[in-house]
């Protein structure tokens, strides 16, 4: 269930990518959370993802994932890369028929939790940090924020995340689950959170190494 806590504070990680709308911040810095996209939906909102194929007058065009990989099965396009690129358009499709499946139940069924679409993912210990950012593959530029927190929590395990093509019947099944907070193994455990944002500080390098 979503609570409100003030008595302790948690880590979050502000990546600094193009579709972000968060700056770098320091401590002090103060904003809210949930009245818009975050980071993570923003980039299913605004990223028109191509791949470049070569015509045979040697121009080369650029074609979206799927056509891309259409082109491929019909022999059209052959590519060093096809596997690879198969891969990135699978994932993509999938994590965002699963965002957008999670949002509807959330809404029509658990409307006091925080969305996945407007939330900021917190990380209570040091020790999750390292994880997330190795879990996460994470490569580009970042802050590690320490923030005192005030809003909507929820606990879930991304273990009931979509990650294959499944039945519909399963996939709303993991969805209830992952908003009723079923949490069997800790380590899987993630903290979702919309409300009000302090940051204490910005953490160093060799403090979550």
């Known amino acids: 269930m979503a609570v409100a806590d003030t008595t302790r504070d948690f880590y979050f990680i502000n990546r600094n ?10 401590g002090g810095h103060e904003f809210d959370i949930g009245g818009k996209s975050n980071p993570f939906f923003r980039f299913y909102e605004s990223e028109n993802i191509t791949y470049p194929v070569a015509q045979n007058d040697g121009t080369e065009i650029a074609v979206g994932g799927v056509r891309f990989s259409d082109a491929v099965a019909k022999d059209e396009v052959r590519s060093p ?6 891969h990135d358009v699978a994932k993509h499709l999938v994590n965002y028929i699963r965002e957008l499946v999670w949002e509807d139940i959330r809404k029509k069924e658990f409307p006091h939790l925080p969305s996945r679409q407007r939330c900021i993912w917190l990380i209570p210990t040091l020790e999750g940090v390292k994880y997330w950012i190795n879990r996460m593959g994470i490569s580009d530029e970042y802050q590690v924020l320490r923030a005192n927190v005030q809003g909507r929590i929820h606990k879930a395990s991304e273990s009931f995340l979509l990650t294959e093509v499944e039945p519909l019947e399963e996939v709303i099944l993991k969805a209830r689950q992952y908003w009723l907070g079923i949490v069997e193994d800790p380590a899987t455990e993630e903290i979702l959170f919309e409300g009000r944002v302090k940051v204490v500080e910005v953490m160093t390098r060799e403090s979550y190494a």
């Open 81 to 86: 890369a096809a596997a690879r690129i198969a």
């Open 17 to 26: 990518v193009h579709w972000s709308p968060y700056t770098q911040m320091t």
